[in-house]
Nanobody, 121 residues
Framework: QVQLVESGGYSVQGGGSLRLSCAAS????????MGWFRQAPGKEREGVAF????TYADSVKGRFTLSQDNAKNTLYLEMSNLKPEDTGTYYC??????????????????WGQGTRVTVSS
């Protein structure tokens, strides 16, 4: 059974940095498309970054970096120069890699419970 557990969300001041972790179990992350979505209160869910066909939302390019540790079966999202608009709940997602990986929420059937990031100005 696929399980995703996010951690690392905290309250930080603008300009600060955080590293989010997504610990996966029940599968090997190298065989899956994975990524992160976020949702701010009152706003629609937004795709942030995706591995497989590595892509980043324009709003985070140059500030956020994906990485993975296959030995730990964990996906990371390094976030720097954080802005108040980065505030939200961040969700890790995964889907078996058949051919291509996509960045739409429609593609992912496995979601974590989310970790909260709050950036103050």
């Amino acid at each position: 059974q696929v399980q995703l557990v996010e951690s690392g969300g905290y309250s930080v001041q603008g300009g600060g940095s955080l590293r989010l972790s997504c610990a996966a179990s029940g599968y090997t992350i190298s065989n899956y498309c994975m990524g992160w979505f976020r949702q701010a209160p009152g706003k629609e869910r937004e795709g942030v970054a995706f591995i497989g066909a590595t892509t980043y939302a324009d709003s985070v390019k140059g500030r956020f970096t994906l990485s993975q540790d296959n030995a730990k079966n964990t996906l990371y999202l390094e976030m720097s120069n954080l802005k108040p608009e980065d505030t939200g709940t961040y969700y890790c997602v995964a889907e078996p890699r058949a051919s291509e990986c996509y960045s739409g929420s429609w593609f992912y059937n496995h979601w974590g419970q989310g970790t909260r990031v709050t950036v103050s100005s």
